[in-house]
């Protein structure tokens, strides 16, 4: 499992735009399988929406593309430069809400790996209830984030 330092160094993001809490699992170049803990204290739900509020599904998304970009990067040989990020959406379709309190269960599979893209299968679960799913295409792109 990894810890919260090893997740810093293989991320670009920062708070508040990064989207998991820890890692559960990872099998290299296969899958990974990631935790993000719904925290009302989190800066969108002020706005989204005040009184019901809701996690919106474009950081759903951003959770699930993170958590595939963890799982096609463990691919890269030691040493190799580039990181993971969103090329393109195939599919998408959030299915549940997802609310403060909610512990967000996100795996990716990556079904294939071409030149310098992947193709990631992502579901996202709440206890045993799907929330999010879909397929993504992850491009390995430039190592620099300044």
Same mark, same amino acid.
């Given at each position: %499992? %990894?810890?919260?330092?090893?997740?810093?160094?293989?991320?670009?993001?920062?708070?508040?735009?990064?989207?998991?809490?820890?890692?559960?699992?990872?099998?290299?170049?296969?899958?990974?399988?990631?935790?993000?803990?719904?925290? %009302?204290?989190?800066?969108?739900?002020?706005?989204?929406?005040?009184?019901?509020?809701?996690?919106?599904?474009?950081?759903?998304?951003?959770?699930?593309?993170?958590?595939?970009?963890l799982a096609f990067g463990s691919?890269?040989?030691?040493?190799?430069?580039?990181?993971?990020?969103?090329?393109?959406?195939?599919?998408?379709?959030?299915?549940?809400?997802?609310?403060?309190?909610?512990?967000?269960?996100?795996?990716?599979?990556?079904?294939?790996?071409?030149?310098?893209?992947?193709?990631?299968?992502?579901?996202?679960?709440?206890?045993?209830?799907?929330?999010?799913?879909?397929?993504?295409?992850?491009?390995?792109?430039?190592?620099?984030?300044?």
């Amino acid at each position: %499992m %990894m810890d919260f330092d090893e997740i810093l160094r293989s991320l670009p993001h920062a708070f508040p735009f990064r989207m998991i809490d820890r890692i559960l699992d990872i099998e290299k170049g296969k899958k990974a399988i990631a935790l993000k803990n719904v925290s %009302m204290d989190e800066p969108y739900f002020s706005g989204h929406f005040a009184k019901k509020p809701v996690l919106p599904g474009g950081l759903i998304l951003e959770a699930m593309a993170q958590t595939g970009g963890l799982a096609f990067g463990s691919s890269f040989e030691k040493g190799e430069k580039g990181i993971p990020a969103l090329a393109s959406v195939e599919e998408f379709r959030v299915k549940k809400k997802v609310i403060p309190g909610d512990q967000l269960i996100i795996e990716a599979e990556v079904l294939r790996i071409f030149s310098n893209l992947a193709k990631v299968k992502v579901l996202a679960r709440v206890r045993e209830e799907t929330v999010a799913e879909g397929t993504l295409v992850l491009a390995k792109g430039p190592n620099s984030t300044s």
